[in-house]
């Protein structure tokens, strides 16, 4: 069975840091990009940011630039986003999801056309 399973998610205060992690198992990791997204109370979900762990490749929103850092480790299946300088509007149910890698991997990530999902975690960041 295919899983991706999401942690780290929790309480911290405007201008702290959190690390996610997403645990991949039941696909071949590296022929996969995974991707972070987040959903706020009341708006779309959007995307966050993304890493095509076998190439090192990475995408980040702009609202993210700076403070978050998206990373892999092929060993362990995993892919992490550290969280810095937090701030309320990063608050939201975060969800990591894997796209296949193919030449259109990443417009699949913009559109959020992804082949798997994970439950989210939640992140709530206080002012």
């Known amino acids: 069975d295919v899983q991706l399973q999401a942690s780290g998610g929790g309480l911290v205060q405007a201008g702290g840091s959190l690390r996610l992690s997403c645990a991949a198992s039941?696909?071949?990791?590296?022929?996969?990009?995974i991707g972070w997204f987040r959903q706020a109370p009341g708006k779309e979900r959007e995307g966050v940011s993304c890493?095509?762990?076998?190439?090192?490749?990475?995408y980040y929103a702009d609202s993210v630039k700076g403070r978050f850092t998206i990373s892999g480790d092929n060993a362990k299946n995993t892919v992490y986003l550290q969280m810095n300088s937090l701030k309320p509007e990063d608050t939201a149910v975060y969800y990591c999801?894997?796209?296949?890698?193919?030449?259109?991997?990443?417009?699949?990530?913009?559109?959020?056309?992804?082949?798997?999902w994970g439950k989210g975690t939640l992140v709530t960041v206080s002012s």
């Open positions: 890493i095509s762990v076998s190439d090192g490749t990475t």
């Open positions: 999801a894997a796209v296949l890698i193919t030449p259109t991997w990443y417009h699949n990530y913009e559109v959020m056309a992804m082949d798997y």
């Open positions: 039941g696909f071949t990791f590296d022929d996969y990009a």
